[in-house]
């Protein structure tokens, strides 16, 4: 008798404020995309963060940087990440790691989730090396003073500062 086995889909969630994302996201979700037979991009709406962009916005840009990775979907959330992760039925959490100081707040918060969810894994992606130094916060100082951020985000994003910028007061116009 031959017995079938049904396997259950593998889904993994990567959170982020993502304001912007960054090649260096772009790096982590390109790979994490590999590994699972689908991944949720989930946009965190951060209380304690005053980003550039808001939810939408930081929605749309992930959804066109990612409409060519076919098991990519996007999204946003305001809840605990573990509530979240339990609604998607899903079951690793993704984080990048740049640094030894990455890690160290990364495990602090893979802790926390696994305590209030045991079944919440949480696996860790190193960063390319040519992506190390990059951050969300780099990449935005540099596009405020005009600098050309061409090499650390798509070109989507890139135009996409160029006009928050100049419409902000006192931002430097590109």
């Known amino acids: 008798m031959m017995s079938l086995q049904i396997r259950k889909e593998r889904v993994a969630i990567y959170p982020g404020t993502f304001d912007p994302v960054t090649m260096g996201h772009m790096d982590i979700i390109q790979r994490a995309a590999k590994q699972f037979d689908r991944l949720i991009v989930a946009v965190l709406n ?3 963060k005053n980003p550039l962009f808001s939810v939408e916005e930081r929605t749309d840009l992930l959804r066109q940087a990612t409409q ?3 098991n990519v979907e996007v999204d946003s959330f305001r809840d605990l990440l ?3 992760v339990r609604q998607q039925d899903a079951q690793v959490i993704v984080r990048g790691i ?3 100081t990455d890690f160290e707040y990364e495990l602090q918060n893979a802790s926390i989730n696994h305590n209030l969810d045991p079944d919440a894994e949480t696996i860790f992606m190193m960063t390319n090396p040519k992506y190390s130094y990059l951050s969300s916060s780099v990449v935005k100082e540099i596009a405020h003073f005009g600098g050309n951020v061409s090499d650390f985000v798509t070109p989507e994003v890139e135009q996409a500062m160029k006009l928050k ?3 902000m007061d006192g931002g430097v116009k590109p």
Do not use: Q
Request: charged letters at 25%; glycine letters at 0%.
């Open 46 to 48: 951060n209380l304690s």
């Open 68 to 70: 060519d990775i076919p």
């Open 82 to 84: 573990v509530n979240y």
């Open 98 to 100: 740049r640094t030894v």
């Open 165 to 167: 910028f100049k419409r």
